[in-house]
């Protein structure tokens, strides 16, 4: 396997592991107008000025395409765009740790499988594929145990540090006062494994949107490369459809069109930029990786991508104190990283 290869999908990795980050710096902007923002930077600015830039004819390209293939790649970066909105909504309810464990790992599994399935030959070793997918959904169902447990004994810490106050040397129960009620960790669980379903299909957009950048390398001569950029364009064009058009379901909906002028929100749209061009970085680098291994590398690269993208993300969460007082739930967050991991492996050298 080509050395560069690898060095792209780690470099992709990084990316995708890192640009959750931003989703925790939204405030003072609405949800509406900072996903707005991202989505725009993230699906139409980088993907179509990074494609048009090493590749003057993208748009001949992909015109020339059978109009089937542009639709089926358009639909599945649509459907993979609820998965995006949900990936947000669940960083909310549960943390960059859980829900990128949930989300990469149902991701890498059905985005690998069903380009694999796509193929014309099955490889021999499919029931070494199966157990790589079985030992996926393991992994995934170990961290979203570790994110329940987490909750529970946050929560009892807030309880124990809520209960009594001082007065004098004496400690005194507090007065009862009115809560906010956290948000359910179980349905924050729920949305992730929603959203890592969908998720998948982003890849399988990619798979179905190759015949573009087939064309683009046979009748116009783009580097091989390159031309996975332009397939890209597809692919989230569709993508981009879905998530403008509910940011501008919330905007009316809330009436928020104010919010883009909100005092002190440069911070806000500088991560929102930021997230963005870290998620199609990934992206971009890592369709660029699959190109230089050959038929397998939409089936290959992904997991591998995803896989090392989690170690990247937990270590954010751990940093940012997600894990603060409940030692014991990350011990057990680990432990399903360690299967997740090994289980992305397995799925790789199956597919080698």
Request: aromatic residues 12%; charged residues 10%.
């Amino acid at each position: 396997m080509d050395l560069f290869a690898i060095l792209l999908i780690l470099c992709a990795s990084f990316f995708q592991g890192t640009f959750g980050l931003g989703m925790k710096h939204i405030a003072p902007l609405k949800w509406e107008n900072w996903w707005l923002v991202h989505a725009t930077t993230a699906m139409i600015i980088l993907p179509m000025g990074w494609a048009l830039l090493v590749e003057s004819n993208t748009f001949s390209i992909i015109g020339e395409v059978d109009q089937s293939v542009i639709f089926m790649a358009m639909l599945f970066g649509f459907l993979w765009g609820i998965g995006g909105i949900l990936f947000g909504v669940s960083v909310e309810y549960t943390g960059v740790s859980i829900t990128y464990g949930i989300v990469m790992g149902l991701a890498a599994s059905m985005g690998s499988l069903v380009p694999l399935f796509q193929m014309e030959t099955l490889p021999e070793n499919m029931p070494l594929v199966l157990s790589g997918v079985g030992l996926l959904l393991v992994g995934v169902s170990i961290t979203a145990v570790a994110g329940v447990k987490r909750d529970k004994a946050q929560n009892n810490v807030l309880d124990a540090e809520q209960d009594f106050e001082e007065d004098g040397d004496v400690l005194v129960a507090k007065p009862a006062v009115a809560v906010q009620p956290k948000k359910s960790i179980k349905t924050g669980v729920l949305i992730a494994v929603t959203s890592g379903v969908l998720s998948a299909l982003l890849n399988v957009g990619f798979t179905n949107a190759l015949p573009v950048a087939d064309n683009a390398v046979k009748n116009y001569g783009t580097n091989p490369t390159d031309a996975s950029l332009v397939a890209w364009v597809v692919v989230l064009i569709g993508a981009y459809l879905m998530n403008f058009g509910f940011a501008m379901f919330k905007l009316v909906q809330n009436n928020s069109w104010g919010g883009f002028k909100v005092q002190g929100s440069s911070k806000a749209y500088l991560w929102s930029i930021l997230a963005g061009v870290f998620w199609f970085g990934a992206l971009g680098i890592y369709g660029q990786g699959a190109a230089l291994m050959g038929d397998l590398g939409p089936v290959l690269g992904w997991p591998m991508m995803l896989g090392i993208s989690l170690i990247i993300s937990n270590v954010w969460g751990y940093r940012s104190g997600e894990w603060k007082g409940a030692s014991s739930s990350f011990k057990i967050l680990l432990g399903g990283l360690v299967v997740l991991i090994f289980a992305i492996c397995l799925l790789g050298y199956a597919n080698a």
